[in-house]
């Protein structure tokens, strides 16, 4: 049983910082992607930032320059750091991993429960 744990979120103000994390309590025989994704009231949810199996980022245009996602592989966590936040960040935001338990399966989802992240004018 993998269960992906997030902390972090929170209320912040206008041109504040968060960091979320997600650690994984299972182990993985290999993760080929581990991204945050964000759903905000009434809208989709969308891809916010990316990290590959080899490290390459990606980041939604409405976050770059603004968000660092990045990975401890010893520790199988995710992390987003949020800087200079905008009302318009205010979301649920969840960490998904992309992979394998074993190398018998083929990857599957794992996603966490969600953290609130509200961002006050």
């Known amino acids: 049983q993998v269960q992906l744990v997030e902390s972090g979120g929170g209320l912040v103000q206008s041109g504040g910082s968060l960091t979320l994390s997600c650690s994984a309590s299972g182990s993985f025989f290999s993760i080929n992607a581990m991204n945050w994704y964000r759903q905000a009231r009434g809208k989709q949810r969308e891809l916010v930032a990316a990290?590959?199996?080899?490290?390459?980022?990606n980041y939604a245009d409405s976050v770059k320059g603004r968000f660092t996602i990045s990975r401890d592989n010893a520790k199988n966590t995710l992390y987003l750091q949020m800087n200079s936040l905008k009302p318009e960040d205010t979301a649920v935001y969840y960490c998904?991993?992309?992979?394998?338990?074993?190398?018998?399966?083929?990857?599957?989802?794992?996603w966490g429960q969600g953290t609130q992240v509200t961002v006050s004018s």
């Open positions: 990290i590959s199996r080899t490290g390459v980022t």
């Open positions: 998904h991993y992309r992979g394998r338990r074993s190398w018998t399966t083929n990857d599957n989802d794992y």
